[in-house]
């Protein structure tokens, strides 16, 4: 401990002795302070480094199954939420497949996987499950 305050006190020392931008900087060139400038300011090139580390990490963040939860969701065409889990089906005489989450599944199916009377137009088409994030 005594050794820190002692190393501390020749830090402040040389400090108060030798103001900063001194003839006796380590790099012997002129300083003029635009050095600092330029270190606070981040170029194109490194816009686009950082860029390109994020989007990796956000690769390898999906590959190894610690993407965010709504990573790779899907929206329900009917209610416009985003679900992990859909179920492919017809629901009316148009014949388009359309995707629906499980709470509008249960409205146009009638909660019966191959439908009930009540609902004559409805066709399973199977399920849709996001892969992308592993649980």
């Not at 416009?80 to 989450?101: F, I």
């Amino acid at each position: 401990a005594a050794h820190d305050a002692t190393l501390a006190t020749a830090v402040a020392a040389a400090a108060a002795v030798e103001p900063a931008g001194s003839a006796s900087d380590s790099d012997g060139g002129d300083d003029g302070g635009s050095e600092g400038l330029l270190a606070t300011e981040p170029s194109a090139k490194d816009a686009r480094k950082a860029a390109k580390k994020a989007a990796k990490a956000a690769r390898r963040a999906k590959r190894e199954g610690r993407a965010p939860a709504t990573e790779g969701q899907k929206d329900c065409t009917l209610c416009a939420k985003g679900s992990d889990l859909l179920v492919r089906c017809m629901v009316d005489t148009s014949g388009k497949w359309e995707m629906v989450c499980g709470r509008c599944w249960v409205g146009v199916s009638g909660g019966v996987v191959d439908g009930d009377a009540s609902h004559p137009h409805y066709r399973d088409g199977g399920l849709w499950k996001n892969r992308t994030v592993k649980r």
